[in-house]
């Protein structure tokens, strides 16, 4: 949808679709494949966990985002190109809509990318400070392997394993 909206706002700006779908994709393409890319690493990383179904979560939902990157900054493009200006025929959300929003200059998220680019390092490191304090309470966490203890007793079955 961001390339989309993207591609919707370089038409209006320019009258050469060719050229609006260049720019598109040199903006909104890009972030979309970074961010999607940030996604896969992330759960990649899921698959050097030492529990199987972690490992194979992560590999599985590794998947995901690497479709979607590859559509993202493939099969997108050229709906786009053959749609052309016609990508504006079937409107969702009305016209009125999209133009108060993009006008606006109020609203929360201008006042925090605002709020965030006069004061970039102080953001970055206060933002650091609360995930890593966020993150301290993994550093006292024991995976182990699954065991009987994980069973709750009382029945027949779990009896006979606590016995062994």
């Not at 990649?44 to 030492?50: I, K, N, R, S, V």
């Not at 709906?79 to 009305?94: C, D, T």
């Not at 925090?112 to 890593?132: D, E, K, N, Q, W």
């Amino acid at each position: 949808m961001l390339v989309v909206f993207r591609y919707r706002e370089e038409l209006a700006r320019n009258d050469d679709p060719h050229e609006a779908l260049l720019t598109t994709m040199a903006t909104a393409g890009r972030a979309t494949i970074f961010s999607g890319s940030t996604v896969a690493v992330g759960l990649a990383l899921l698959a050097f966990m030492p529990l199987p179904f972690i490992r194979s979560t992560g590999i599985g939902g590794l998947l995901v985002p690497v479709v979607s990157v590859a559509a993202s900054a493939t099969l997108l493009p050229v709906l786009l190109s053959l749609l052309g200006r016609r990508v504006n025929s079937l409107r969702v959300v009305p016209r009125s809509v999209l133009a108060n929003r993009a006008a606006s200059d109020h609203g929360f998220w201008t006042r925090l990318a605002r709020t965030i680019m006069r004061r970039p390092i102080a953001i970055l490191i206060a933002s650091t400070g609360v995930m890593l304090l966020l993150a301290a309470p993994a550093l006292g966490l024991a995976l182990t392997a699954g065991d009987n203890r994980g069973f709750p007793g009382g029945t027949n079955a779990t009896e006979g394993l606590f016995v062994l």
